[in-house]
């Protein structure tokens, strides 16, 4: 199976960069082929220009700016995300990403304003973040990241697919052990998938 792995992440020693480099090794272990799509490292630009913004909804001009990342996209029967989470939301470059790439035609088609899925190759999803708050934090502030995984982007990739959302919250006050326990779990899900 061929899975996009979308990465988000500027530093290189993180933990993130860990989870990134344990999820990219479980997958090719399990036999996928994987597309890493580090969006630091390959100097993805996140900001919707004006002129993108413009000719939004002109399908297929609107992919002309990203259309090798919209190419990726379309070749992919699997998605997994690994980013940390940054007040309560993607940071600008993953959030840019989905700006710029999820367009009309790519991840949606509008129809006399009928919005219909694309993205119905898109076999199974999985997301890995990491939250400095709480779980209980997260909860409160009605935890967007979790719910644009288990909500909008489910409702975007085939009917019934498994999505399967991991979380290591409060990293700021983890240990050694709850690191290594989190990676552990991302290894063993990731050569399952």
């Not at 070749?75 to 989470?85: G, M, R, T, W, Y």
């Not at 309560?88 to 840019?96: Q, R, T, Y």
């Not at 700021?172 to 050569?191: G, H, S």
Request: charge should be positive; proline fraction near 6%; hydrophobic fraction near 45%.
């Amino acid at each position: 199976m061929r899975v996009l792995v979308l990465y988000s992440h500027p530093v290189e020693t993180s933990y993130g960069a860990a989870l990134h480099a344990q999820v990219v090794e479980s997958l090719k272990k399990a036999g996928h082929d994987v597309d890493d799509c580090d969006l630091y490292a390959e100097n993805f630009q996140p900001v919707l220009t004006r002129q993108e913004r413009i000719g939004y909804h002109d399908y297929p001009e609107n992919t002309a700016p990203v259309a090798d990342y919209v190419e990726r996209l379309r070749k992919a029967e699997a998605l997994v995300i690994v980013s940390p989470v940054w007040n309560f939301g993607f940071p600008a470059m993953l959030k840019g990403y989905f700006d710029r790439v999820w367009l009309p035609g790519v991840s949606f088609a509008l129809e006399d304003g009928k919005l219909s899925p694309t993205l119905r190759h898109i076999t199974k999803l999985a997301a890995v973040f990491t939250y400095g708050a709480t779980p209980m934090r997260a909860f409160l502030a009605g935890n967007p990241p979790k719910k644009i995984v288990k909500r909008v982007l489910r409702a975007q990739i085939k009917l019934g697919a498994p999505v399967s959302f991991m979380a290591h919250y409060d990293m700021n006050n983890c240990t050694d052990r709850t690191r290594a326990d989190f990676l552990a779990k991302v290894k063993a899900e990731m050569e399952a998938f």
